[in-house]
């Protein structure tokens, strides 16, 4: 590794790994975009990334570094070379992925490379630069991994079954077409009644929060405060469930559903769900109740309130963000859930989201069909994650350390 110790031989390394990595992304993105055939190229790659990445250790300044590989790379592309090679593809879709590459390369580099010397390079500055690198590409590689597959999930469910038979593998969409490229969305609604699987879902999932609180609030609690024997072993118990997988108990749960008339109800479903998620809540509760300051609620018994009272009027308005972000985890499992509803669930009045999503996947339903339904069960309860993450992250964070 002491060969790498140097910037003359660090900078064109990671210059030259870093722009195979952008022209690949950019060839992904732009083939999903304009349906049109992009590939990296690994020779050029390190031809044209090398001397960029040695670039980068004389020329510090951002700008300058954008605008020498955006024009260095539309110079080469327009002549069919560079690190993003194409094949019949217009002079305005060239442009823009030589401006993306250009961009995505250019910046990145003088970032990676910020006071790497181009001599011989300690060990902090080695490392400092090979740790930029390594958080860049991770980056780019998980987010690759969470967006690539909901925008496949989207433009598949815009498409109409002509264009899906065509071209399945074409994801760019025809903005001319207006309103009309959301009728697998108005189909659904209107044929396939999702409008009624996601009032059934919502509702269902907020009753499982609100049983799910009523019994973990108080078992929580009285794991976090009060003696007794046994505490710590049901303590430490609680996630013991969660050491069973649901497939195992998945036909005990069918004979006892079916022989007490529950299986095909809501009402089944209801008491199922919350014993699922009542031992997570648990754990998570009582850690944060413990973290909670005693000397509080003892000076609301000394006032004259009894334990109810003090749950009610001082424990619970101190635990709102642990309670936030229980009921929105469960909120989530519940919305989520699969295998119970599949298993319990034949009459199509009654499905859940999940369950409704289910029955399109069939050579009868157009495909677009069951992508407009994952779209619609996954948009809602993302926004509703994105707008209420940092209740969660606090709640959970507070529940772990205090524990």
Same mark, same amino acid.
């Not at 998980?142 to 593998?169: D, G, R």
């Not at 919502?202 to 976090?224: K, N, W």
């Given at each position: 590794m002491r060969y790498l110790r140097f910037g003359y031989v660090t900078g064109p390394l990671i210059g030259a790994l870093w722009t195979f990595l952008i022209a690949t992304t950019v060839s992904v993105a732009m083939s999903f975009a304009t349906g049109d055939a992009y590939r990296p190229s690994i020779t050029q790659s390190v031809i044209f990334g090398a001397p960029l990445g040695?670039?980068?250790? %004389?020329?510090?300044? /951002?700008?300058? /570094? !954008?605008?020498?590989?955006?024009?260095?790379?539309?110079? #080469?592309? *327009?002549v069919g070379l560079g690190p993003l090679l194409t094949d019949d593809v217009g002079a305005g879709a060239k442009a823009i992925a030589a401006l993306l590459? =250009?961009? =995505?390369?250019?910046? &990145?580099l003088v970032r990676f490379l910020h006071d790497t010397p181009l001599g011989a390079l300690s060990r902090h500055a080695f490392e400092e630069a090979a740790i930029r690198f390594l958080s860049g590409s991770g980056y780019i590689f *998980?987010?690759?991994?969470? $967006? $690539? &597959?909901? %925008?496949? /999930?989207? /433009? +598949?469910?815009?498409? @109409?079954?002509?264009?899906? !038979?065509? @071209? &399945?593998?074409d994801f760019s969409i025809d903005l001319s077409q207006g309103w009309d490229l959301f009728r697998s969305y108005t189909e659904l609604i209107r044929d396939f009644d999702f409008g009624w699987y996601l009032w059934t879902s919502?509702?269902?999932?907020? #009753? +499982?929060?609100?049983? +799910? #609180?009523? *019994?973990?609030? &108080?078992?929580? %609690?009285?794991?976090?405060?009060l003696r007794f024997q046994g505490r710590a072993a049901f303590s430490r118990s609680i996630l013991l469930i969660y050491m069973v997988p649901m497939i195992v108990l998945a036909l005990p749960i069918y004979i006892v559903f079916s022989m007490t008339g529950l299986r095909n109800t809501i009402i089944g479903i209801v008491l199922i769900y919350p014993v699922t998620t009542i031992p997570v809540a648990l754990y998570m509760l009582q850690g944060y109740f413990r973290g909670l300051p005693a000397e509080v609620e003892e000076a609301g018994l000394m006032d004259g309130l009894n334990r109810l009272q003090v749950i009610w009027k001082i424990t619970l308005p101190l635990s709102l963000p642990a309670l936030a972000s229980v009921a929105l985890y469960v909120f989530m499992i519940a919305w989520n859930e699969f295998l119970l509803a599949f298993m319990l669930l034949d009459d199509p009045s009654k499905f859940t989201l999940t369950r409704g999503i289910a029955s399109l996947n069939s050579s009868e339903i157009p495909r677009q069909h069951l992508m407009a339904g994952a779209v619609i069960a996954t948009v809602p309860i993302m926004v509703m994650f994105l707008g209420l993450e940092r209740f969660m992250t606090r709640g959970m964070t507070a529940g772990a350390v205090k524990g």
């Open positions: 040695l670039a980068a250790l %004389y020329f510090r300044d /951002m700008r300058v /570094m !954008m605008v020498l590989a955006v024009a260095v790379l539309a110079a #080469l592309l *327009f590459t =250009g961009v =995505g390369i250019g910046w &990145p *998980f987010t690759a991994i969470v $967006i $690539i &597959p909901f %925008y496949v /999930m989207v /433009m +598949t469910s815009l498409k @109409n079954q002509a264009e899906l !038979m065509v @071209n &399945p593998l919502f509702y269902v999932s907020v #009753l +499982t929060v609100l049983i +799910t #609180l009523l *019994f973990s609030v &108080p078992g929580a %609690y009285a794991v976090a405060r």
